[in-house]
């Protein structure tokens, strides 16, 4: 028989566990929402707080993540947690429907807050350093995924459906938002000390704890299933070797300035793929699967994920190239020394914070009486005429300018995000919210880690075909050897994007203290100077852009295209009237009072009927 979390009514054994608010408190919601809403922000903003910081933790343990042998350290320290928390949302997921989601989500707050304690503490320098770093990464990838993985499905769990879109919106505003402020936080706590931007998740962590343990109930229907095993690894080894294929692609191999022809980069994409295919056939042909894949039969949740992989991947890319122009062009050619330009990079890109913290939660209850399809689809084509409008700025552009248009992308990215989480998770069966909410969240996750192999491809093959030429013309001009100038041009240019995103002066890292040693003073104080390197390159960077943004562009339309395909509003209904109550499958939906298997048919049936659409979704609000 199924058991749920809400069997021991009462006080715990022993009285261990004192719970204030009962599942069926009118007050539970709000504590599910905020304890979830805290969860997924300390999970989110984590994902993002390094990014911004990596020069004064690299500097903190004293290695310099430019050199040859240390770019790997480089690579896992962006991508570690990101990889993490991408591949294993789904198995949690599951495990939360199986055996309770707090219980998993509880358990998340724990292993996170005691991973942030043991990153802030490090104690070591140079490469062991930054291998502790990486570790303990992961480990808190493990807490932050438990987190997202169960934090939605607890939200629907508490929520009725008519409410949900408002709840989903705010918890929405914290798992994207919380990218984002992420930035800002890391820029401003690593301008004091590096282990701040560990500390900080500390005290939230010990509190959400606590709060979590004593006040959030499993409320959902678990069954006694097995663990698909070969489900598990399979999904896992795939997803891990594709994303790692994809990322090493930016690093340079056999004289071209991409890995596209890497052997390594090369088995991991094809072994991955592989793994992936054998994960479907897998899921196909067992009688438990980690994820059932029937559930992509429903429209809403099939291409309201599509539609979440296109926006992560378009958002992630957005970061990242934000940060290079600014930090490597923009704020230098107006004065900023380059070891400031992490915090100011994080300051000037808060409108876009703010626009996506004002619309979201807005959104997210207009879509509760109005469905996804509308707001999310058109979120998404805002985004898109963003990337063209930065398109069209030149690199040394206007402020206000810049700011208008990163205020609007976050209005955009705010309309897509919350009704499409809460299309994605109306449209699920209770017993499968912890595996779908994970699936979602895989996607949201390996958009962003496949954002760094897109977008810095992209951006190095635009690099490539004009920056050698500008680089050797403008390091001869400055009497650079011509030998010397000729081998800085052909460097792979990943190396001078890392220098602008770490916040190094690139020509200073490039040419190194020998090279300037034997120039004439005022050579090297213009070689070295904040103007020399953006002017040289600010054509060539250009170019790169345009392609960035024509490449985001199409991904955000292909984004909005699957948002369209959505269909109206649709909602599970979580209970079947008695005369169709047994034991449902994972594929069943209840229509207008019958129970049956969700096909394309069905579902279409039901939104060229709105009146009886209408009447269920009546029903549904008033048991």
Not at 261 to 287: D, H, K, M, Q, Y
Request: aromatic share 10%; hydrophobic share 50%; charged share 10%.
């Amino acid at each position: 028989m199924p058991t749920t979390g809400t069997s021991t009514a009462g006080p715990d054994a022993g009285g261990l566990r004192r719970r204030w608010a009962g599942p069926d408190s009118p007050h539970y919601k709000w504590v599910a929402l905020s304890n979830t809403t805290l969860g997924v922000l300390m999970a989110t903003m984590n994902s993002s707080i390094v990014l911004i910081s990596l020069p004064a933790i690299f500097r903190g343990i004293h290695i310099d993540p430019l050199q040859p042998g240390n770019i790997s350290y480089l690579l896992w320290m962006i991508m570690g947690y990101m990889l993490v928390t991408a591949v294993l949302v789904v198995t949690l997921g599951r495990l939360g429907d199986m055996y309770g989601r707090a219980k998993i989500y509880n358990a998340g707050f724990a292993v996170f807050t005691v991973a942030s304690i043991l990153l802030a503490v490090e104690p070591l320098d140079g490469g062991a350093g930054a291998l502790w770093l990486i570790i303990v990464r992961v480990l808190q990838g493990i807490g932050g995924a438990m987190l997202m993985a169960n934090a939605t499905a607890i939200l629907t769990d508490a929520f009725s459906a008519d409410r949900r879109g408002l709840a989903v919106g705010i918890n929405a505003v914290a798992a994207i938002g919380g990218s984002f402020i992420g930035l800002l936080v890391g820029g401003v706590l690593s301008e004091f000390d590096w282990r701040l931007v560990f500390w900080v998740s500390v005290p939230f962590g010990v509190v959400g704890t606590i709060w979590a343990y004593l006040s959030l109930h499993s409320t959902n229907v678990r069954r006694a299933h097995k663990i698909d095993w070969p489900g598990n690894i399979t999904f896992a080894i795939g997803l891990i070797l594709l994303l790692v294929g994809i990322v090493y692609v930016i690093q340079p191999y056999g004289g071209h300035a991409e890995g596209w022809t890497n052997p390594f980069v090369l088995g991991c994409l094809g072994f991955g793929l592989l793994a992936l295919s054998g994960f479907c056939i897998i899921e196909r042909r067992v009688a438990q699967p980690m994820f059932n894949l029937r559930l992509f039969r429903i429209p809403a949740f099939a291409f309201g994920n599509v539609a979440t992989l296109m926006s992560s991947l378009s958002r992630g890319g957005l970061q990242f190239m934000l940060i290079i122009w600014l930090q490597g062009i923009w704020l230098p050619l107006h004065g900023y020394d380059y070891s400031e330009t992490p915090l100011w990079s994080a300051i000037y890109m808060v409108p876009l914070t703010v626009g996506f913290l004002g619309s979201a939660p807005v959104a997210g209850w207009l879509s509760d009486r109005f469905g996804a399809r509308t707001f999310a689809t058109g979120g998404l084509l805002i985004v898109a005429v963003t990337f063209a409008a930065l398109l069209l700025l030149p690199t040394d552009f206007t402020y206000w300018q810049f700011a208008v248009i990163l205020f609007v992308s976050g209005i955009g990215a705010g309309l897509f995000a919350s009704p499409n989480m809460t299309g994605v998770m109306n449209s699920l069966p209770p017993d499968q919210r912890g595996a779908g909410s994970g699936m979602l969240s895989t996607l949201q996750n390996s958009g962003m880690a496949l954002s760094i192999g897109v977008f810095f491809s992209t951006l190095i093959a635009g690099l490539a075909s004009t920056m050698p030429a500008a680089l050797f013309s403008g390091l001869t001009q400055q009497n650079v050897p011509a030998d010397v100038a000729a081998n800085v041009a052909n460097l792979p240019p990943v190396g001078t994007l890392f220098a602008a995103f770490l916040g190094y002066n690139p020509m200073q890292k490039i040419l190194g203290p020998q090279v300037l040693a034997q120039l004439p003073p005022g050579n090297t104080a213009t070689v070295v100077g904040k103007q020399f390197f953006p002017n040289l390159v600010a054509d060539s960077f250009h170019h790169g852009l345009v392609i960035v943004f024509l490449t985001a562009i199409g991904v955000s339309l292909i984004g909005a295209i699957a948002s369209l395909f959505r269909g109206a509003r649709f909602v599970y209904d979580e209970a079947p009237s008695v005369g169709h109550r047994r034991e449902l499958d994972s594929t069943d939906v209840f229509v207008d009072g019958n129970v049956g298997t969700v096909e394309f048919t069905t579902l279409t049936a039901l939104r060229r009927s709105p009146a009886r659409a209408g009447e269920r979704r009546r029903g549904a609000a008033g048991r």
